[in-house]
């Protein structure tokens, strides 16, 4: 049985793209025993996946923090891994290669390029992070590429039992980039007009967006305000049955999108912050709106695409 390492440390949208390669790793190695190395937040994510045996948690903030890289070290030279997939392909895993390498022998697929398998492709940064990953576990000769299963993520919280019909809508997102963030009156308007079709409204973001949704009468509109208060798990719970999903380019979108059934429209909102040929969120039934600034996105570009 084959001991395989790898490596994906984040962000959240990269984390629920990894899963393709992921799940594609195990189909090609049946007979493997698989560790995860990742950040703490995104432990639940990999503890719904049955075939990853372990989980060992690398955060970020304690790469400059000796004692934690030696234990880092020591933890590795004592797994004697087989093969290790650097998903995250990074200067700081790539570091990690230059360490561990001198430990014992192994293999190892990422962009170090003295590795066994390196994926050093000309056109790696134009590609689409899945294409990207695909091309990567090309270069072992992985050539089928394997969805996840989306059912293993869906919570059992009975509190998401909402009534139907709804439409899940993410006005937030990185508070580092503002410019990925479609205007809150724009939303509030989108979120009137739903309130019109008698559809209700589960608006769903991170703790640090709470404040967000302030301007929006939450009595006047059919609104279900659940920011800060949803698990990654409840994200594909509520995608299940969600009409539509409307949101900028966030992390919570990529995981809405990926797990939502394909009778729902995903409608996901670009700037110029982000490339959606690079990073755009992949599921069933998906439609990309990009302006160069996001705002300049129209509610009646929205309206038409829901009529």
């Given at each position: 049985m084959k001991k395989i390492l790898i490596i994906k440390h984040g962000s959240f949208g990269d984390v629920i793209l990894s899963l393709y390669p992921i799940f594609s790793i195990k189909h090609n190695f049946k007979k493997s025993n698989i560790t995860i190395l990742t950040e703490s937040k995104y432990k639940d994510i990999f503890k719904c996946i049955p075939f990853i045996n372990n989980i060992k948690i690398d955060n970020r903030a304690g790469f400059f923090s000796i004692i934690q890289n030696i234990k880092l070290i020591l933890w590795f030279k004592n797994q004697r891994f087989d093969w290790v997939f650097d998903l995250q392909t990074s200067r700081r895993t790539n570091i990690y290669f230059f360490i561990f390498s001198k430990l014992y022998k192994f293999y190892w697929n990422g962009i170090a390029k003295k590795s066994s398998h390196p994926h050093l492709s000309l056109?790696?940064?134009?590609?689409?992070?899945?294409?990207?990953?695909?091309?990567?576990?090309?270069?072992?000769?992985?050539?089928?590429?394997?969805?996840?299963?989306?059912?293993l993520f869906i919570s059992k919280n009975k509190a998401l039992n909402i009534r139907k019909p709804y439409?899940?809508?993410?006005?937030?997102?990185?508070?580092?980039?503002?410019?990925?963030?479609?205007?809150i009156?724009?939303?509030?308007?989108?979120?009137?007009?739903?309130?019109?079709?008698?559809?209700?409204?589960?608006?769903?973001?991170?703790?640090?967006?709470?404040?967000?949704?302030?301007?929006?009468?939450?009595?006047?509109?059919k609104i279900l305000n659940l920011i800060g208060k949803t698990t990654f798990l409840d994200l594909a719970?509520?995608?299940?049955?969600?009409?539509?999903?409307?949101g900028n380019d966030t992390g919570p979108m990529h995981f809405l999108v990926a797990s939502s059934r394909k009778k729902t429209k995903n409608i996901v909102l670009f700037g110029n912050a982000s490339d959606?040929?690079?990073?755009?969120?992949?599921?069933?039934?998906?439609?990309?709106?990009?302006?160069?600034?996001?705002n300049e996105i129209t509610t009646g570009e929205i309206k038409n695409l829901i009529n």
């Open positions: 056109n790696r940064t134009h590609l689409h992070t899945i294409d990207r990953h695909k091309q990567q576990l090309n270069v072992l000769g992985i050539k089928r590429f394997i969805d996840p299963d989306w059912s439409v899940v809508v993410v006005p937030g997102g990185s508070r580092h980039r503002l410019s990925k963030r479609w205007k009156e724009n939303f509030i308007e989108i979120i009137k007009f739903f309130s019109k079709l008698e559809l209700l409204t589960v608006l769903v973001g991170g703790s640090d967006e709470i404040s967000i949704m302030e301007e929006a009468d939450e009595k006047s509109l719970t509520l995608s299940q049955e969600a009409k539509i999903i409307l959606p040929k690079l990073c755009a969120p992949r599921g069933k039934n998906v439609v990309i709106l990009q302006k160069e600034n996001i």
